[in-house]
């Protein structure tokens, strides 16, 4: 399984589909809102969206979808970024409700060297996620600095501060 790219492994145009989608649950929602003190009654109180807003229901935090969604693209995008250095616009476009499942998808905008480190680089991304009915929800665009090749393997490879198992003389049933 592949966990980010490096610089290289970037080409403009290509669009990466994130897999699995997530299904929102009204926990996940109000667990957000929790931690983040959001305390809005349109996310929080049932009968005040049923009776007070246009939706008739809670409507899901957008910065949760955003999260959820920035999350989706780290085995894709980000999984070997050395730095997110920008988010460049945040959009969202229509809300998500408890039981909604977003999907999302990553599209290289563009990418060049770092001009002040020859050995990473800084990719432009813009990620969208859906509703399982298609309906576009968020999108967002942000620039990456990832490794080049090359400082991935300066660095130990794939899985740099991977511990060996121990040899214990043993098989993996306990035996000898």
């Not at 669009?15 to 996940?28: A, I, L, Q």
């Not at 003190?37 to 049932?46: E, G, K, S, V, Y």
């Amino acid at each position: 399984m592949q966990f980010g790219r490096t610089y290289e492994e970037f080409e403009i145009g290509a669009t990466y589909k994130h897999w699995p989608g997530k299904t929102v649950t009204e926990y996940d929602d109000h667990l957000f809102c929790l931690l983040t003190m959001n305390h809005h009654p349109l996310h929080m109180d049932a009968n005040y969206a049923e009776h007070t807003t246009e939706f008739g229901r809670n409507v899901v935090v957008g910065n949760y979808v955003y999260s959820l969604l920035l999350g989706m693209s780290v085995p894709d995008v980000s999984g070997k970024a050395i730095a997110n250095l920008e988010i460049e616009s945040l959009r969202h476009v229509a809300p998500t409700f408890h039981g909604d499942t977003i999907y999302g998808e990553t599209t290289v905008l563009g990418k060049r060297p770092s001009a002040s480190k020859n050995d990473r680089g800084i990719v432009e991304v813009e990620t969208r996620g859906h509703k399982q009915d298609g309906t576009l929800v968020c999108v967002f665009r942000r620039k990456v600095m990832v490794p080049t090749a090359a400082y991935v393997k300066e660095r130990g490879g794939e899985q740099p501060g991977r511990p060996e198992p121990a040899a214990t003389g043993t098989d993996s049933r306990g035996g000898k």
